[in-house]
């Protein structure tokens, strides 16, 4: 069985992540299994780059220049939730790796790769599709996180995104777009949380297609826990340090990954009868300390981008508890490394995060928006004797439901299952 993954980028934001955690996963597991990347930003062994020639280059950083500056064009000034047009892309039914697949699946295909035309010409070749939707942009109008907004139900318009909102805006456009397309397309959809399919079966574009519910995978023997008194010392923090920490922080007024509801959350902690600010030490990762950078109540380290993910496994396993502030997310990388990594989270009630957080189990998941519920978690933990006993748990839950061993075997069943489909 020949498996052709289809990514813009290689490796780049999380679902790049996913999509190469999957194909890794599927190639322990026997099967041939590959990555084919629209846009390669760095020498890799793990992909195949669409754009190969200096010419395919050129036009490959063209049209993802192009979609997301018009895309930033059509929405409101200062608007941070992602939209995209989806105008510009490249067909790939001819490619030799597509052609010679006997399973196509793709994945996150904005930013100039593939539009809706251009992936329902892949029907042509008669094999089967399967598609993991890593955000909501394939049954929207065009936004890729959609909060409370239900357009998508009906044609979308009227999207509050959009800086021209009203019944035919770019949105309703791009909703008949991809309606147009999709009635070509025969696929499968891959959804890797519970809330996500959910959301698939409430939307007018897809709600009708069969939908397989299969969580993202982890390595877990690179995330994997190390003994919390020696990762501390290795980023020089005192063993006895209650250690805090959050993962990329943009601008305190980032909608998506929640920002001020951490900053809120983390002064009313400090606030509270019993904690120690001394004793507790917040670090963060993504993100270097600056002039934009928020204060914090207690003594923060930044540690910037870390690139090094046995580094990075070490610094989870420093932590006494993982933050999450996301205000929607389908199934978060941050959460289950830090999972897989022993260290319990403590996250919102949203998106996909109640698949993998198990409230007062592995961690705790406050109320929707209550920063005074996500300090009340902190402190939880901060006050809880059984620490280790929860440690345990949030490993063990990594390990029995989203393991590479029990993923890939999840996704071999669905591709055997839809060849088995196939006309002889």
């Not at 993504?286 to 204060?295: F, I, L, R």
């Amino acid at each position: 069985m020949k498996i052709l993954h289809l990514n813009t980028y290689e490796g780049n934001g999380g679902a790049g992540r996913a999509c190469l955690r999957l194909s890794d996963a599927l190639r322990t597991a026997g099967a041939d299994s590959r990555v084919m990347s629209y846009l390669q930003l760095r020498p890799s062994n793990k992909t195949i780059p669409f754009s190969k020639t200096p010419v395919q280059r050129g036009l490959a950083v063209f049209n993802i220049l192009s979609e997301r500056y018009l895309s930033k064009a059509v929405t409101k000034p200062g608007e941070n939730t992602p939209f995209s047009l989806s105008w510009f892309g490249t067909s790939v039914k001819n490619h030799p790796e597509v052609k010679s697949a006997d399973i196509i699946h793709l994945h996150w295909l904005n930013h100039g790769f593939l539009t809706p035309r251009f992936i329902a010409q892949l029907d042509e070749l008669e094999k089967p599709v399967v598609w993991t939707f890593h955000d909501s942009n394939a049954f929207t109008g065009g936004c890729h996180v959609r909060y409370g907004c239900e357009h998508f139900h009906k044609e979308c318009g009227f999207c509050p995104l959009l800086r021209n909102s009203g019944k035919n805006d770019w949105s309703h456009k791009n909703w008949l777009r991809k309606k147009k397309a999709y009635s070509e397309l025969a696929c499968h959809i891959v959804a890797p949380s519970n809330w996500m399919a959910a959301s698939v079966k409430l939307s007018s574009l897809m709600g009708f297609r069969e939908v397989s519910v299969i969580p993202n995978t982890i390595e877990t023997q690179v995330f994997k826990p190390y003994v919390k008194a020696e990762a501390k010392k290795i980023l020089k923090i005192s063993p006895d340090k209650f250690v805090l920490m959050s993962g990329f922080m943009p601008s305190k007024n980032d909608k998506h990954k929640g920002t001020p509801y951490l900053i809120e959350a983390l002064n009313d902690l400090a606030s509270r009868p019993g904690i120690d600010r001394n004793r507790i030490e917040l670090i963060i990762f993504g993100n270097k300390a600056g002039a934009d950078t928020p204060e914090f109540p207690f003594k923060t380290t930044f540690l910037g981008t870390i690139s090094n993910d046995d580094h990075l496994a070490k610094c989870y396993s420093a932590a006494d508890v993982f933050i999450a502030p996301s205000l929607e997310d389908n199934l978060p990388n941050t959460v289950m490394e830090s999972l897989s990594c022993a260290t319990p989270v403590v996250a919102f009630k949203t998106g996909g995060i109640p698949d993998m957080v198990r409230h007062l189990e592995n961690g705790y998941l406050a109320e929707y928006q209550s920063s005074e519920d996500l300090a009340t978690g902190i402190e939880w933990l901060y006050h809880e004797d059984n620490g280790p006993d929860i440690q345990k748990e949030a490993r063990k839950t990594i390990i029995s439901q989203f393991s590479e061993t029990v993923i890939a075997e999840k996704h071999l069943s669905l591709y055997q299952a839809l060849l088995d489909l196939q006309p002889k």
